[in-house]
Structure formats: C-alpha cells, structure tokens
C-alpha cells in the first residue's frame, strides 16, 4: 500500500514537472546550418530544454521552464550570438564575429 502511494505520488509530481513546461517559438535571423547550431545552442545555454531553429521559416521553437529562465533570457544570449531575434538585435560586434557565410543580411527598421 505505502509503495502505491509513493509511486502515485512520484506520477503527480512528474506530470507537474512536465506542466511546468513552456513552449513558444521566436523569430530569428541566419542562413545555414552552422546558425542553426549556434542559434539552438545559445537557446539551450540559456536554459531552453528543447531548441530547434527552422532554416527557412527563420523561426526558434524552443520548451524552456518559466521557473528557471524566460522568453527574454533566451533571445538575449541568441543576440549575444550574433543573431537578430524579433524582439532583440544583436549588438554589431556580436555580428560581424559570425562565419561569412553565418552573416545574413540586416534589413534596418524605420
């Protein structure tokens, strides 16, 4: 009896870890698939669990634990990287210490 509790115990507390759970997606500026490593891995050190970047949608679907990082976190250590995120712009030094073939081009707001 006492090992069914513990073990009904251990599931809740599992699916609340899970729960926990964010996911969310972001736009992010690159070319080729070094960007996409350095981009998933920017995510992932700044606390992502799960980072995977669309080549081609140019989009960052990443999982990450509200508790431990955020949103913000993340897509500031993927401009840190060097890449422009919808929200952040990586800072011009940041950029041009990208691989030449890493250095997308940077459409300027008005």
């Not at 115990?9 to 736009?27: D, E, G, M, R, Y």
């Not at 679907?61 to 919808?86: P, R």
């Not at 952040?88 to 459409?107: G, I, P």
Request: charged share 25%.
């Amino acid at each position: 009896m006492k090992k069914n509790i513990l073990f009904l115990l251990a599931i809740i507390f599992a699916s609340l870890q899970l729960n926990a759970q964010t996911t969310t997606s972001v736009k992010v500026s690159g070319n080729c698939s070094m960007c996409k490593g350095h981009i998933e891995k920017a995510a992932k050190e700044a606390g992502a669990v799960t980072a995977s970047w669309d080549k081609v949608a140019k989009v960052l679907k990443f999982t990450f634990d509200a508790a431990k990082t955020s949103t913000d976190k993340i897509e500031e250590a993927v401009a840190a990287a060097g890449y422009d995120t919808e929200h952040k712009k990586a800072s011009t030094e940041a950029y041009t210490k990208l691989d030449e073939c890493c250095q997308y081009d940077r459409v300027k707001k008005p």
